[in-house]
């Protein structure tokens, strides 16, 4: 029997829709059987900030659901923007990472996905973390995330179209599988030029490793 790549553990309802966590390999039946998913992996390499000449790159791998995450998000990546990224120095790469044990994470990850469609990744992923009393209360978050889409700039029927179709849920696996394939074992995680960075993840500690790497480079 074929083994193939097969989605595991919670499934939740929202919306209509259908999220899954997690994922193993297993023995499955026929691919025939199987439900056809809506997309598939574009070989998407995450959303970037910064220019494509800066001589470092950061890749994170995270959450939306995770509170270490948001406070990175709203603590540290404001002064990150300024300092590095607005600088030249730095480009940054966004990965989705949601972690099978937060129930809405691949559904914040979608809406953020599908505002990225409209040019507003960005836009929504400092809506989602900023306004991050929706991962505590444990609701469904579908009419919240509208509006924040809103907020965001979002045309929302095209919004809402690809919400209902799940337009990249692939991406979003694809981009989970690669960071499981890194190790990634917790979120926020960070890559500094293809190396883990290990420290703790400070807007100083980014900028004192950022200005190390660029002079060894001169």
């Given at each position: 029997m074929k083994r193939f790549y097969v989605l595991l553990a919670a499934v939740v309802l929202i919306g209509g829709g259908v999220i899954w966590y997690g994922s193993r390999s297993t023995s499955a039946a026929p691919a025939a059987s199987q439900p056809t998913p809506v997309a598939a992996s574009d070989?998407?390499?995450?959303?970037?900030?910064?220019s494509e000449a800066a001589p470092v790159e950061v890749t994170e791998y995270s959450d939306f659901e995770c509170p270490f995450c948001a406070s990175f998000a709203t603590v540290q990546m404001p002064v990150i923007r300024q300092q590095l990224i607005a600088t030249g120095k730095v480009r940054w790469r966004y990965r989705d990472f949601p972690l099978p044990t937060h129930q809405y994470s691949r559904y914040a990850a979608l809406a953020a996905q599908c505002a990225g469609e409209q040019?507003?990744?960005?836009?929504?992923?400092?809506?989602?973390?900023s306004n991050h009393q929706w991962a505590q209360t444990?609701?469904?978050p579908r009419s919240l995330f509208r509006d924040?889409?809103?907020?965001?700039?979002v045309d929302l029927d095209k919004y809402d179209a690809c919400m209902d179709g799940q337009r990249y849920a692939g991406r979003i696996q694809a981009s989970l599988q690669e960071g499981e394939a890194l190790g990634v074992g917790?979120?926020?995680?960070?890559?500094v030029n293809g190396k883990?960075?290990?420290?703790?993840?400070?807007?100083?500690?980014?900028?004192?490793?950022?200005?190390?790497?660029?002079q060894r480079r001169k």
């Open positions: 070989g998407f390499r995450g959303f970037t900030l910064g040019g507003k990744f960005w836009e929504m992923h400092d809506q989602l973390f444990g609701k469904n924040l889409a809103k907020a965001a700039g917790g979120t926020p995680t960070f890559y883990r960075f290990d420290g703790h993840p400070t807007s100083d500690a980014f900028k004192s490793l950022v200005d190390s790497l660029t």
